[in-house]
């Protein structure tokens, strides 16, 4: 039976690292103070930006997947997530940090809602963000603020002093995200044709008549991506949504099954459309006229 043990607050993390906690809702850790440490497989209650550091040299799971540790990468974990490597027996010496804060922490703010926003929560392990030596010194030296502001008496402010590290943290890491996605065009080019490629198959196969219409939440899965970094790597790589890619794409198929004299009913049952209505609004919103409409102007055009 796999041995997960359940963070419902930061402390249920940091004592088994061997940390007490000044602050019920949040915990720093800088591994390097603790190690050795033990293996643990988490299910988190609460939010967690893991920092990796040096010479690691084992496989963590997270969810269906495997990563494997390097430095100057940073893991976020969600609540409702699972992650970390199962206890088995071994300690093992670790560097780098980790913040986990309790969702309680952000009652009241703006970063309450706005947190949400962070898309980067929902990636998977194989999709966490590599940072440059700079960047990692940045990120660094801000764990190490709330770290040293945890050592001051509470009083009415610390909570705001620390919402306002974290929402700091958040976005410098959304700002080397951004950074990343556009450094790995290359690579963001490859998912855009393999996503294309994707889509051709899908319909030459005739998988519309039994499946539908390929979800995004489809292309991703066949892709080995979270739906969540998919969508984002299409939307910095073509100015579009990864569902309005779709659209285009099945309604580029309809233009051309229209022409070859196939009625807007034809058309709508074989692309995987449920009904002929709801392919005419979703031409008419992709392309601003209906079929008819079109293969009218295609007429007059001729």
Known sequence: MTKILKVSKPSDYSSLMGQTDPHELI????????????????????????????????????????????????????????????????????????????????????????????SFFDYRINEALHMSEEERDIMIGLFKQIKNELTFPADAMQNRIIVGFINLLLRYAQRFYNRQFVSRTITNNDVLTRFENLLKTYFEDEKQLIQGIPTVQFCSEQLNMSSTYFSDIIKRTTGETANHCIKQYVIQLAKNRLVSGMSSSEVAYSLGFDYPQHFSRTFKKITGETPKEYCEQRQASK
Do not use: M
């Open 27 to 118: 915990s720093v850790i800088n591994y390097s103070e603790l190690s050795p440490v033990p293996h643990t497989l988490n299910r988190y209650e609460v939010y967690g930006l893991f920092l990796q550091g040096k010479e690691i040299e084992f496989d963590l799971t997270y969810g269906t997947g495997k990563y494997d540790y390097s430095d100057g990468t940073l893991i976020c974990v969600a609540p409702g997530q699972i992650g970390g490597k199962e206890d088995n027996g071994e300690l093992v010496n670790l560097t780098g940090w980790a913040l986990l804060f309790h969702p309680d922490i952000l009652q009241g703010t703006g970063l309450e809602k706005e947190i949400k926003n962070f």
